[in-house]
């Protein structure tokens, strides 16, 4: 006699081992994003490169060039993160990772990625700050980023608790 249950309550247990495998769908869309944001960043930087070698580029503005492009590899880099924490929470917890981005819940997930977003919000205010904004806009966006962070912060500590 086989040990695994049979009829309609054994196929209802197995439902969550095979769809599992349509977090794949996200999985798979996050990576591409990542990869496709990766390059585009890299031509970009090449370009800026170039007009920057030419003469055609003010340090300031390749400063500013720089600092936007940073974020939009940070950003890459949450889709990358996001992908491989869906990967390793649903289809398979023993994909070969550094311990730094091991994942084995959502809760890893979560202090991950606001830790990131926390970065890509301070790089996107130091571009603001470069590009020189009006004070009080500046101000304004300053408090709002602090809001931000403050309420991740709290999500995150009553999270654990």
């Known amino acids: 006699m086989s040990d695994q249950p049979s009829g309609p309550s054994g196929f209802s247990q197995k439902i ?3 769809t599992r495998f349509v977090i794949a769908i996200p999985v798979l869309g996050l990576f591409a994003s990542a990869v496709t944001l990766t390059v585009m960043a890299a031509v970009e930087t090449a370009k800026i490169i170039g007009h920057a070698v030419v003469g055609e580029l003010l340090k300031k503005d390749a400063v500013l ?3 936007e492009l940073a974020d939009v590899f ?3 880099t ?7 924490g869906l990967y390793e929470l649903f289809i398979d917890d023993s994909a070969p990772l550094p311990d730094w981005l091991t994942i084995h819940s959502l809760d ?3 202090v991950k990625l606001v830790g ?3 970065v ?3 790089v996107s205010f130091l571009g603001s700050v470069i590009k020189g904004i009006e004070p009080q806009a500046l101000a304004y966006q300053g408090v709002g980023i602090a809001a931000v962070v403050a309420a991740m912060g709290y999500f995150l500590g009553s999270s654990k608790h």
Do not use: G, R
């Open 16 to 18: 969550p081992m095979y």
């Open 116 to 118: 990131v977003i926390a």
């Open 74 to 76: 940070l950003l890459a």
């Open 65 to 67: 060039e720089f600092i």
């Open 78 to 84: 949450v889709l990358y993160i996001m992908s491989l």
């Open 108 to 110: 890893d997930l979560k």
């Open 120 to 122: 890509v919000l301070a």
